[in-house]
């Protein structure tokens, strides 16, 4: 990723406006509460309103993809453990995860306390967007791990083995746009969002499960990946899924 895009890429690759996010040609445009955007800091607070004021429309379908992550094991460390000492641990996750996902053009599109959902393919464009999905989701494994062992946690009962993430990815059509009438930042709603919430909530601790259809469109990723079949909550039948491992 460009770290230091100039223009908003977002904006760029949804309307073919230049709208400048960096540098002197920037300031006007803060003036008028148009600034870079806490989901991605090469896209801009235009994407987030684009929908009802520039498209027209509360939502489109899209095609993306869908990665979520969860601290495995932070319940129980969060009844145990300091308040000081465990918003370090989900100020650590949260960083590094942002990290990753900006690193491979994604966004950022909520944080949940120990949790997040990324999206990739909207609103940068990214042609091989399920091997940007899961690059991220490999460095999320790699950095969190690296994280969170260097915490001091000095704790009575649980290990520091009980805590790691855990990851799901899942890639298909979805509708993006603004659902609320009381804010207006975009999200994305659908199936493939519902499974890939499914699968991280059934991944351990360094484990990401990728679903059939995300694994057919990165065959080097997949390439010796275990399949597992998961009983998911809200779907009447086993769904199989590759389980991808931090190396």
């Known amino acids: 990723m460009d770290s230091t895009a100039r223009i908003c890429r977002g904006c760029w690759d949804q309307m073919h406006v230049p709208i400048p996010i960096r540098g002197p040609l920037a300031l006007p445009f803060r003036a008028f509460g148009i600034t870079r955007s806490k989901m991605n800091p090469n896209i801009c607070t235009i994407c987030e309103r684009s929908f009802r004021y520039v498209k027209k429309q509360r939502h489109i379908s899209d095609t993306a993809t869908i990665l979520f992550a969860d601290i495995r094991g932070f319940t129980l460390l969060s009844e145990r453990m300091d308040p000081v000492l465990l918003s370090e641990i989900v100020s650590a996750f949260q960083d590094r995860c942002a ?77 993006i746009g603004e659902f609320s009438t009381f804010r207006s930042d975009f999200t994305a709603i659908g199936s493939a969002v519902n499974l890939a ?51």
Not at 208 to 214: D, F, Q, R, T
């Open 197 to 247: 919430a499914r699968l991280e909530s059934q991944a351990a601790a360094g484990e990401i499960l990728v679903s059939v259809e995300a694994a057919v469109q990165a065959p080097d990723l997949m390439a010796g990946t275990q399949t597992r079949s998961f009983t998911l909550k809200g779907i009447d039948h086993p769904v199989p899924a590759h389980v991808l491992f931090k190396s």
């Open 99 to 175: 990290q990753a996902v900006w690193a491979h053009d994604g966004i950022v599109n909520k944080q949940m306390g120990d949790g997040l959902m990324a999206i990739f393919n909207f609103p940068i464009k990214i042609k091989h967007h399920v091997d940007a999905a899961l690059a991220a989701a490999l460095d999320i494994q790699r950095s969190c791990t690296s994280a969170l062992a260097s915490l001091d946690l000095r704790l009575d009962g649980p290990s520091l083995e009980a805590l790691g993430v855990g990851v799901g990815v899942h890639t298909g059509q979805v509708e």
